[in-house]
């Protein structure tokens, strides 16, 4: 799995987490999902992305574990 389809995903799963927890908890919960948006928002003008640099250092994207394995000729 590359970088940007684990952030598509990491941001897809807390929105809608955020969004579950403001209807059976606390609207509070919308607050995740904004912070998330402006995150995304933010980081395509700067190119900065705090969750990249999580996942690469955490080696879960790219060319390791959750990578499929490659096919041999």
């Known amino acids: 799995m590359t ?3 684990a ?3 990491l941001a897809g799963t807390l929105v809608l987490t ?3 927890l403001a209807h059976f908890v606390s609207p509070w ?3 995740l999902a904004c912070f998330v948006g402006l995150n995304l928002i ?3 003008f700067t190119g900065f992305c705090p969750a990249e640099m999580i996942l690469k250092r955490l080696r879960l ?3 390791n ?3 499929p394995p490659e096919k041999k000729a």
């Open 3 to 5: 970088t940007e389809n």
């Open 7 to 9: 952030i598509r995903v």
């Open 18 to 20: 955020s969004v579950a």
């Open 29 to 31: 919960w919308l607050l």
């Open 42 to 44: 933010q980081s395509a």
């Open 61 to 63: 994207t790219e060319g």
């Open 65 to 67: 574990c959750c990578a």
